[in-house]
């Protein structure tokens, strides 16, 4: 089953592809017809999303590989590997997530915020230093990082949180200014953009409450269709741009 095909011939990296998220994800994109180059931190979780994609999308190209995304270095080289390995790199998708939150503002922990800095935006910081030159090298690059609505109205038990996403969001819009920048007067041809959600659901989650609405909440698997949509649009109309995938707060 090769999808639709409209990403045939893309190469996509999926930070954080082993979570729910990121398994939906690498699904998308194979069955859309790219090949999907999957990262995460626990080997066992990654393999098990490699697997599924494979065997749902019919034999598609989709590797997996265990980087520690916090090193800048081990970053770059699966960078450099991925692109000598499959001649291109033409989006990177950012997945890596986690929550920390509080009762209170006053009851914040800033052990909370050094978890969430280095998983929120070191991350992000070392997978579009990584990536920059060969997304911009592509003739339809894209950076896509998911972002939460706490970003731009944060609540005072969610500081850490909402800092920290905001914090990624404005270091993904200065890629954006980048690929704008190296467009020069036709515009770029590259493009960073977020994708704003309130929070996501999955499957797991609705079998172990049943009963909750979970409202306003994105469902991985349409996530995984709105970044692979990404690719359908003008890299102009896309670069710096939030996507809101819930109600603007």
Do not use: C
Not at 99 to 107: A, H, L, N, P, V
Not at 155 to 181: C, I, P, Q, V
């Amino acid at each position: 089953m090769a999808g639709n095909g409209a990403l045939s011939g893309a190469v996509i990296a999926v930070a954080g592809a082993g979570g729910p998220a990121g398994r939906a994800a690498l699904l998308r994109l194979a069955e859309a017809g790219a090949t999907v180059v999957g990262a995460d931190n626990d080997p066992e979780r990654l393999a098990e999303a490699v697997d599924a994609a494979r065997y749902s999308a019919g034999g598609a190209t989709v590797t997996g590989e265990t980087v520690d995304l916090l090193d800048l270095d081990s970053t770059r080289d699966w960078a450099a590997r991925t692109e000598k390995e499959f001649g291109r790199v033409d989006g990177v998708v950012h997945l890596v997530g986690g929550w920390r939150g509080s009762e209170t503002f006053i009851k914040s922990s800033l052990d909370d915020w050094d978890f969430l800095e280095l998983l929120l935006i070191r991350t992000v910081q070392h997978t579009s230093l990584a990536f920059y030159e060969a997304l911009q090298r592509s003739d339809r690059g894209r950076y896509v990082l998911i972002s939460a609505a706490g970003a731009t109205r944060p609540t005072a038990g969610n500081a850490s949180y909402a800092a920290a996403k905001a914090a990624a969001e404005a270091w993904t819009l200065a890629l954006a200014d980048a690929f704008r920048k190296a467009g020069g007067a036709e515009g770029p041809t590259s493009a960073a953009v977020i994708l704003v959600v309130k929070a996501l659901v999955h499957e797991a989650m609705r079998a172990e409450r049943p009963n909750a609405k979970f409202a306003g909440f994105t469902d991985v698997r349409d996530l995984a269709e709105e970044v692979a949509g990404v690719w359908e649009k003008p890299a102009a109309e896309l670069n710096g741009n939030r996507l809101w995938l819930t109600e603007k707060p």
